[in-house]
């Protein structure tokens, strides 16, 4: 099945500083990439998420990147605020689309 | 308002002692999902279903049941609960398959001594 691996586990920056969250996937046919923020004592939340046909996504101060080839994709937040602290989960669709394999998460702390 | 809700939101129970959490959408989805959450281990599937009468295992199925009688409802069942069990549970819905958004619910801490 799906192994997805998400690095590092804790990321603490400075406020206005950028972070950058790398997932690597194992299974080459997958095609959906979601990431979800979870704040504390709440559900996770989809903030973005890439299909394999496009390498790059956009939304604000938010990115991802995916490398198909390489089987890796990437989170980036900008110009980081207080309120993006949080744990942040990676995500990989298997083939038959029925099943979301999660990454080990990463504490997000952002230092005022 | 679309939301998933699960009940309760908290629990400690003992070893043996079976106990279902609930799990309903108001937003007419077709997939639901459980998820249990363990430090460091992200979020784990442990059933899912593509619709009513219809249901799959997930990565860590053993110790637990669902049932899908109706769309909105998605009840997790601990038949005999024991201490490996204890952790955060989610349930998640999203419109047709999983590559959709999937909505989550708050979460139940569970707690089995």
């Known amino acids: 099945g799906e192994n997805v691996e998400q690095h590092p586990s804790t990321l603490s920056v400075q406020e206005g500083d950028s972070a950058v969250i790398k997932c690597t996937y194992s299974?080459?046919?997958?095609?959906?990439f979601p990431w979800y923020k979870q704040e504390l004592g709440k559900g996770p939340q989809l903030i973005i998420d890439?299909?394999?046909?496009?390498g790059e996504k956009k939304d604000q101060r938010i990115a991802v990147t995916l490398n198909k080839t390489a089987k890796h994709f990437s989170l980036h937040i900008t110009e980081t605020q207080p309120e993006d602290s949080a744990v942040y989960f990676c995500?990989?669709?298997?083939?038959?689309?029925?099943?979301?394999?999660f990454g080990g998460g990463t504490r997000l702390m952002v230092k005022p | 308002e679309a939301q998933v809700t699960q009940n309760p939101r908290y629990l400690i129970t003992v070893t043996g002692k079976k106990l279902t959490v609930t799990c309903s959408q108001n937003m007419n989805h077709e997939y639901m999902s459980w998820y249990r959450q363990d430090p460091g281990l992200g979020l784990r599937q442990i059933y899912y279903s593509m619709n009513v009468e219809v249901t799959d295992k997930g990565d860590v199925p053993e110790g637990y049941k669902v049932s899908r009688k109706e769309k909105r409802n998605f009840p997790l069942i601990l038949e005999s609960p024991s201490p490996n069990q204890t952790s955060l549970y989610f349930c998640?819905?999203?419109?047709?398959?999983?590559?959709?958004?999937?909505?989550f619910g708050p979460g139940t801490r569970l707690t089995v001594t």
């Open positions: 998640a819905s999203s419109s047709g398959l999983a590559g959709g958004r999937q909505y």
């Open positions: 890439i299909r394999s046909n496009v």
């Open positions: 299974d080459s046919a997958s095609n959906y």
């Open positions: 995500a990989a669709l298997n083939n038959a689309g029925n099943m979301l394999t």
